[in-house]
């Protein structure tokens, strides 16, 4: 049983709009959530996090939101480069120190 | 600095073969966990570690072993490697950090024939 999904494998955006990348989980116990970037060949990278007692996190073009009552969390890029394009996955840590990751959504920015 | 190391980058095994997969952290990192990715099965976590002498299973723990004598070294044992083993095997650490991020290593490419 998949606790945090991404049901988007996929998603292609022009340079220069935003890049919306989605998440959903189903353990109410996640205390905190986290977004990383993987590039082939290499280890995924962290980009950003956020806490369960907050809604919204920024760092830069990165923004990260949580929507605790729709068990939900999206990732928005602006503006999305070229450089952005990479898997995402979105993961998120239980009580235990565990940090179990999604399936993955591959973004392409088309110049 | 080297951060996470990870040896082999590639592997072949036979089926029935046992082999570890190596990982080290010169971070002094506490936390350490074993992630496979298999196509859309995004990162499933095999083991991972809170200290020294603490382990704990993750998702898949089947058919792995993992020990954890030394802050720095986290190997991971296939007892006896399966074509379902066949994946990229990623080992990571963080510290007590307030973001809580893991630092991955580069990837072990495991093929079982």
């Known amino acids: 049983d998949q606790q945090v999904k991404q049901n988007s494998p996929s998603l292609s955006v022009q340079e220069g709009r935003i890049s919306i990348l989605n998440c959903d989980y189903t353990n109410s116990m996640f205390d905190y959530f986290l977004w990383y970037k993987k590039y082939p060949a290499e280890g995924p990278t962290f980009l950003i996090s956020i806490s369960s007692i907050k809604d919204k996190n920024e760092d830069g073009r990165f923004t990260v939101f949580l929507n605790k009552s729709a068990k939900h969390l999206s990732l928005h890029i602006v503006p999305s480069q070229p450089g952005d394009s990479a898997v995402y996955f979105c993961a998120a840590k239980d009580n235990t120190g565990k940090l179990i990751f999604g399936q993955g959504t591959t973004l392409q920015v088309k110049p | 600095n080297a951060g996470v190391t990870q040896t082999p980058k590639f592997q072949v095994l036979k089926t029935g073969q046992s082999m570890t997969l190596q990982c080290a952290q010169d971070?002094?990192?506490?936390?350490m966990s074993w992630y496979r990715q298999d196509p859309g099965m995004g990162l499933r976590l095999i083991h991972y570690s809170v200290g020294a002498g603490i382990t704990d299973q993750g998702e898949v723990p089947n058919g792995y072993n993992v020990s954890r004598s030394t802050t720095e070294d986290f190997p991971l044992r296939l007892l006896s490697a399966a074509p379902s083993q066949t994946s990229v095997y990623f080992c990571?650490?963080?510290?007590?950090?307030?973001?809580?991020?893991?630092?991955f290593g580069s990837g072990t490419r495991l093929t079982v024939v």
């Open positions: 990571a650490s963080r510290d007590r950090g307030a973001n809580y991020g893991y630092t």
């Open positions: 971070m002094n990192h506490e936390y």
